[in-house]
C-alpha cells in the first residue's frame, strides 16, 4: 500500500517540478522519509554539498587505508626488529662457534704433530726389533746347518765305527778260529 515503508530515510533524485517535496527545485539528490504515504523532505543536498561528501568519504578511505598501512607497518617493522635481534644473536653464536672451531683445529694439529713423534720414536724399536728378528734367524740358519752338517758327519763317523766294529768283529772271530785250532 505505501511505496515506502514507514520511517525509513530514503535518497533519492529531486526532479519534481511542483515543490512538495523539495523547495529550491535543485534538481539533486535529496532525504526524504514518509509517514503516512507523504513523503517529508528532510535536506536537499545541492551539487556543492555533494562534492563535499565524495571529498570526506575519500577523506575518510584514506585515512582508514593510511592507518591500516601505518599498522601493517609496524608489524613488518617489529618483524625486522626481531628479525635484526635473531640475525646478532646468530652472529654473536657463529663468532663463539668460529673461535671453538680454531681451537679445536689448533688442539688436533698438536695432537697429530705429539702423535708424529710418537710414532718416529718407536721406529728405533722397530729397527732393533727387526734386527733382533734377523739375528735370530741368522742363528736359526747357522744352528740348522750345524745340525747338518753335525748329522752328517756323524752319519759318516757312524759308517766307519760301524766298519771299524765289523772289522774288529771279523777279526776276533778270526782270531778265535785261529786260537781254537792251536789249542786243539
Known amino acids: 500500500m505505501y511505496p515506502f515503508p514507514p520511517l525509513t530515510l530514503y535518497l533519492y533524485r529531486c526532479n519534481l517540478k511542483n515543490n512538495r517535496i523539495c523547495l529550491n527545485n535543485c534538481k539533486s539528490w535529496c532525504f526524504a522519509h ?18 563535499y561528501i565524495s571529498a570526506l568519504l575519500v577523506a575518510l578511505a584514506f585515512a582508514y587505508l593510511t592507518f591500516f598501512i601505518v599498522k601493517t607497518l609496524n608489524g613488518v617493522s617489529s618483524t625486522i626488529q626481531s628479525l635484526d635481534h635473531t640475525v646478532s644473536e646468530l652472529e654473536t653464536k657463529m ?15 698438536s695432537l697429530t704433530e705429539d702423535i708424529q713423534h710418537k710414532v718416529d720414536s718407536t721406529d728405533g724399536v722397530f729397527d732393533s726389533l727387526h734386527n733382533v728378528g734377523e739375528s735370530l734367524h741368522n742363528i736359526n740358519d747357522a744352528l740348522s746347518r750345524g745340525a747338518a752338517h753335525f748329522s ?7 759308517d766307519q765305527l760301524t766298519n771299524i766294529i765289523r772289522w774288529s768283529d771279523a777279526a776276533m ?8 785250532k792251536k789249542t786243539s
Do not use: P
Open 34 to 51: 514518509q509517514k503516512r504515504g507523504k513523503l517529508f523532505l528532510r535536506r536537499c543536498l545541492c551539487k556543492m554539498e555533494l562534492i
Open 95 to 109: 663468532q663463539e662457534i668460529s673461535h671453538e672451531s680454531e681451537q679445536l683445529v689448533h688442539k688436533t694439529n
Open 152 to 158: 752328517m758327519q756323524s752319519s759318516k763317523q757312524t
Open 173 to 180: 772271530n778270526l782270531y778265535s778260529t785261529y786260537s781254537n
